[in-house]
Each structure stands twice: as structure tokens, then as C-alpha cells.
């Protein structure tokens, strides 16, 4: 009887022990959603390396609001004004040599090369208004500016002051002509160069940026060169720190200058990245005679570039330097606002000039409203110290723009060059003490301003801007076709970059 009870008062506890394991399982499951249950997408989010939440750092909005803003304000705008006659031809120097190794890695894959764009489809009004670009400051320095006509050829002085030697020396012309280029040049931050004799106008619609193949110790060489050899002195140590993995906690043991420069190249690095992963050089067709590539998204390459796993977790803190560029060149076109409704994004042809005009000022108007634009008086604000260092950044992005040339693939070397000649014009914009005086002296609300103001930019420079700033190029259906897991993708720069990264997320869910 004894050992019948025993065995009673076990299997009671058993029982007791298995339904309180029960019960806890039960609220196990409800609490959690259940081990293999399908997760809920919020709950999803949150282990999604690439749901970024939270302050971008150094600025003083967050990242939810940039999306917001961008998602549903500034990329739809950007997708119908980019495709314009104005923005789409970017004359560009190609063929410019390296200038710091031997040019010896050339791309020979046909998906490198840039598709030439015939003379007829440039607008006149872009062909005429750039060969008469030089008319600024410098140009009246000129021989054939003396040449033309002026109050002297319908008036003949020579009697009255004939006693005078009113000619000027071809070399005094030419020291007077590069006195007034270095004046122009003194807040550039990049090398321009589509005054040079091998510059050619590029149609960007017909050269999307995509993944050309175009990688291994030459790509690799170039970051190299821009994280490495632009890093501001110190000693070995801090020297090779500044590499795409430079941890992001050692930032904080560096200026804010300094930080800023390694967030904004960490950006640019990031936009281009999540491009290549976006328009991923999936196949290629069979035909024999004109083969063609297959591009669409590669989530795999995205997760490789920027999964924690893969970048000692740094992949995240890269992924939110692109939101810190995208902050910089959204505070550039609202600064330059003013200066650009001035305008006249002129082609030629007028139903489409006035179009764009409509568009711009849309455009402007949205990007001011923004409020919390970064702030760029917080940098260079350390009295004389800061002097150096504005042209230390000057010195730098010139250096990168010389980078450019190096890079061995030629539709690789396109982007790259405008992608850093719109950072480059959007820090000359943000740091332009003529641009300040001008505004401040209200130039730009003159109902007329001469046609020499005080600060300018030249086409080149406002396409650079704004298709660095967001880049919208026409889908290959084909494209579509092999992405079962995306509606649709378009590629741009900076804007597109923060667009797509949702694409990316949803596909990651």
C-alpha cells in the first residue's frame, strides 16, 4: 500500500510538474509568437541589420524623418525632373592619365566602356551656351575679348589720347586671364574639367550606373587611396585607421572636421555599393552578335557589403553615413536656392526649358521646408585653426577628384567623377564666403543681376549636383523580369540610395 502511494503521490507530481511546464510553455509561445512561428514584420525590423533607427549623429534629425522626407517629398520629384535635357548630358574628360601609378588595370570587359552620344542629340541651346562658358571673370581678361566691340569702335578716341600705349601684351593677357581662373578656382573643392580639349558630353541615360564587372585590387586600390592618403596627418597609427572599416567608436576620439570628411567619403562609398547591389550584373544573354547583361537586385551582395556579420559590425554605422551625405547635399540646394531659381536651365527647347523652371522651383521649395537641415556653421568655427583646415578639405577632395582618373573602368570613372564633383560643388556651396556676401547683400532678389555676378556655377557644376544628389534612370524591363522579389527598382544617387535601402529591407524581411 506504501509503495502504491508512493507511486500515486509521484504521478500526481508528475502531472502537477508537466502542467505547470505546460502553462509556462503556453505563455512562452504567446509572449515570444512561437519559436518557428512566422514573425510579425515589426518584429522582423528589429533583427534587420538594416533598419536603422534613431539620431544620424553630428546632425540633429533622425532617421526616420530623412526617410519620410525623402521617401515622399524629394524622390518622386527628382525622378521626373532628372530625365530633363538639362540634367541628362554631363560633359566629362575621360581620357585624363592617372596621375599617381601607372595606368595598368584597364577594364576590357564591353559593359565598362561608355556608350558615345551622337552631336545631333545634343539640344543646341547646351552646346552654344557651353562654348560661350567662359565669358566669366577670366574671360574678359582674354585677347578676344579686347577684340570685341565695345564703346571705343564707335567712337574713335585714338586723337585725343593718342599720346597713350592703351595696348596690352599677349603675355600680360595671359597672367591676367590665370589671376582671375585662380580666383574662380580658390572655393572649388574638386578639379573641373570640362574646359578641357578631351571632354565630351556623356548622355547619363544612356550610361546607367550599374555593376559592370569592374572589380579586385585595382577597385580595391582606389578606396585604398581615398580612405588612406586623404587622412589628416598624425602619426602611423591614426594613418591606418582611416579605412572603410575604421571602427565607428574610434571617431569619437577625433574632431568633428575630421569625422565629418570620414563620413562623408564612408557615404559616398556606401550610396555607390548600394547601387552596384541594386543593379547586379545577374546574366548575360546568348546572342552572339549583341550580347546583353541582366542586371537586378542582389540581396546576397547587399547582406556581404553590409551585414554585421560580414564587416565586424560595421556595416550598420556605414549605412547611416549615407543618411550624414545625404543631410550635407540637401543643405547645400537649400543654401544655394536663391542663386538656383536665378536660373535658366536653358536648352533650347522652350516648352521643355519652362517645364524644368516649374519643376526647379517646386523642387526648392520643398528642400527648404525641410527642418532640420544640417548645420554647417558648426564646422570650421575654431577661429584660425579653421582656416587650415577648410583648406586641408579643399586640398583633399581635389586630391579625390584626381583619384577618379585613376579608376580603370570607364563607365565606373563617369560616376565616380560626377559623384564627386556634386559633393564637391555642394561643399563649395555650403563654405563659399562669396556666395554668403551675395546673400547677404541681396543680390539675388535684384529684379536684373549682371551677367558676372559675384558667385556662380557653371552647367557642369549644377548637373553634377543634382544627379549626385539623386539619379533616376529608366528601368530595363528585362531587369523586372528576373526580380521576383522587388515591384520595381530605379536607380539613382544619394536619394535613390536611401529608396532602395526600403526595397532592400522588405526583401530582407
Known amino acids: 500500500m506504501t509503495t502504491e502511494r508512493k507511486i500515486r503521490r509521484n504521478l500526481l507530481t508528475a502531472s502537477g510538474l508537466a502542467l505547470a511546464l505546460v502553462l509556462v510553455l503556453l505563455y512562452w509561445t504567446d509572449f515570444t509568437r512561437g519559436y518557428f512561428a512566422s514573425l510579425d514584420e515589426a518584429a522582423t525590423n528589429k533583427n534587420c541589420f538594416c533598419e536603422l533607427e534613431g539620431s544620424i549623429n553630428d546632425c540633429s534629425c533622425d532617421v526616420d524623418t530623412v526617410d519620410h522626407f525623402n521617401n515622399m517629398k524629394v524622390y518622386p520629384r527628382l525622378q521626373s525632373l532628372l530625365v530633363k535635357n538639362f540634367f541628362r548630358f554631363y560633359k566629362v574628360n575621360l581620357k585624363q592619365d592617372c596621375p599617381f601609378w601607372p595606368d595598368d588595370s584597364r577594364c576590357a570587359m564591353r559593359f565598362c566602356q561608355v556608350e558615345n552620344c551622337e552631336e545631333k542629340a545634343i539640344p543646341q541651346g547646351i552646346k552654344e551656351k557651353g562654348e560661350h562658358r567662359d565669358k566669366t571673370a577670366s574671360f574678359k581678361y582674354t585677347k578676344e575679348a579686347q577684340l570685341e566691340k565695345s564703346c571705343s569702335d564707335i567712337e574713335d578716341f585714338d586723337s585725343a589720347l593718342g599720346f597713350l600705349d592703351t595696348s596690352i601684351s599677349d603675355q600680360a593677357h595671359k597672367e591676367f586671364e590665370l589671376w582671375a581662373k585662380h580666383d574662380e578656382a580658390e572655393e572649388d573643392f574638386c578639379i573641373v574639367d570640362d574646359h578641357d580639349v578631351d571632354a565630351q558630353y556623356v548622355d547619363l541615360l544612356l550610361n546607367p550606373e550599374r555593376y559592370t564587372g569592374y572589380r579586385g585590387d585595382s577597385a580595391h586600390r582606389i578606396w ?188 565606373c570613372k563617369l560616376w565616380g567623377k560626377l559623384q564627386t564633383q556634386g559633393l564637391g560643388t555642394a561643399l563649395k556651396i555650403l563654405y563659399s564666403e562669396k556666395l554668403n556676401l551675395a546673400t547677404e547683400s541681396g543680390l539675388w532678389d535684384k529684379p536684373h543681376i549682371e551677367a558676372d555676378p559675384i558667385f556662380r556655377l557653371s552647367r557642369t557644376e549644377i548637373v553634377a549636383l543634382f544627379n549626385a544628389f539623386g539619379r533616376y534612370v529608366s528601368l530595363d524591363p528585362l531587369a523586372l523580369s528576373n526580380s521576383s522579389m522587388l515591384n520595381i527598382f530605379v536607380i539613382c544617387r544619394l536619394s535613390t540610395s536611401i529608396y532602395e535601402m526600403e526595397n532592400f529591407r522588405r526583401v530582407l524581411r
Not at 537586378?296 to 556595416?315: A, D, I, L, M
Not at 545625404?326 to 526649358?353: F, M, N, S
Request: charged share 25%; hydrophobic share 35%; with cysteine.
Open 224 to 411: 585604398k587611396s581615398i580612405y588612406l592618403e586623404n587622412c589628416f596627418g598624425g602619426n602611423n597609427d591614426t594613418a591606418n585607421k582611416f579605412s572603410s572599416y575604421m571602427p565607428h567608436m574610434d571617431l569619437r576620439d577625433v574632431c568633428l572636421e575630421q569625422r565629418a570628411f570620414y563620413r562623408i567619403i564612408s557615404g559616398l562609398h556606401s550610396s555607390i555599393n548600394i547601387h552596384l547591389c541594386s543593379k547586379y550584373l545577374l546574366s548575360e544573354s546568348k546572342d552572339f552578335l549583341d550580347p546583353q547583361g541582366i542586371w537586378g537586385p542582389n540581396v546576397k551582395e547587399f547582406k556581404q557589403r553590409f551585414s554585421p556579420e560580414t564587416t565586424s559590425g560595421e556595416g550598420p554605422h556605414w549605412l547611416r553615413n549615407l543618411y550624414f551625405i545625404y543631410l550635407v547635399e540637401l543643405r547645400a540646394l537649400a543654401k544655394a536656392a536663391p542663386y538656383l531659381r536665378r536660373e535658366d536651365y536653358y536648352t533650347g527647347i522652350a516648352e521643355e526649358d519652362e517645364e524644368v523652371k516649374l519643376a526647379m522651383h517646386d523642387m526648392l521649395s520643398v528642400i527648404e521646408s525641410f527642418q532640420s537641415h544640417f548645420n554647417e556653421n558648426a564646422l570650421f568655427s575654431s577661429g584660425i585653426a579653421s582656416i587650415k583646415f577648410k583648406h586641408d578639405y579643399k586640398e583633399k577632395f581635389r586630391n579625390i577628384s584626381r583619384i577618379m582618373d585613376c579608376v580603370g573602368c570607364d563607365k
